[in-house]
């Protein structure tokens, strides 16, 4: 997965009121981390974030920071957003190694049409997202799985799901994904 590139500037003064001002400006504060390193403050253009997101429509694109201290590759951790008007307020970033694994959560996609829906039923979503271990390069957008099969009353589970390529599911439990639920039948 290439990394999209976003441009942004060294912040120096902190709180509320830089924060109000930087907003005001057209920017957003973010911060970039990494555990044990110290926290790199910056402001960015919230523009430039959400083109690249609605581009790639993966909560999981790696974004590329160019800072005044070189180019960081960035998982975005957390977004704030004003709970009016859905604006961006505050980004934090975590810096990745591309030679270490991350742990990421990733959609799951239902693929075909389960038997018992041909039969009657009704495909109910259990999990919509599993965590997923590789390393920031093969990041999946999605993970497909094939609920052909399923019978009504049956459950399919992780443990029938192929991890993509590189990548692994942390989990040391099997654990339920989708059912098929029948009619109701009156006693």
């Known amino acids: 997965m290439d990394a999209v590139n976003i441009s942004s500037e060294d ?14 400006a057209g920017r957003i504060p973010a911060v970039v981390y990494r555990g044990g390193a110290a926290a790199t403050h910056i402001s960015i253009d919230p523009a430039e974030l959400e083109t690249a997101f609605r581009k790639t429509n993966n909560r999981n694109t790696l974004v590329a920071i160019e800072a ?3 180019k960081q590759v960035c998982l975005v951790k957390e977004v ?9 307020v505050h980004v934090d970033f975590f810096e990745v190694d591309p030679a270490e694994d991350v742990r990421v959560e990733v959609n799951l996609v239902p693929v075909g049409t389960a038997m018992g829906v041909k039969m009657g039923g009704r495909l109910r979503t259990l999990r919509r997202t599993v965590d997923v271990v590789c390393k920031p390069a093969d990041i999946p957008a999605k993970i497909n ?12 589970k992780l443990s029938n799901v192929t991890p993509p390529a590189g990548a692994s599911f942390p989990y040391s439990y099997d654990f339920n994904l989708y059912t098929v639920v029948g009619k109701r039948v009156e006693a």
């Open 68 to 70: 005044s201290g070189g």
């Open 145 to 156: 799985a094939d609920v052909s099969e399923v019978e009504v009353g049956r459950f399919y």
């Open 11 to 24: 912040r120096s003064s902190f709180g509320k009121g830089s924060a109000r001002k930087l907003r005001a």
């Open 80 to 88: 704030q957003r004003n709970p009016l008007s859905q604006a961006i």
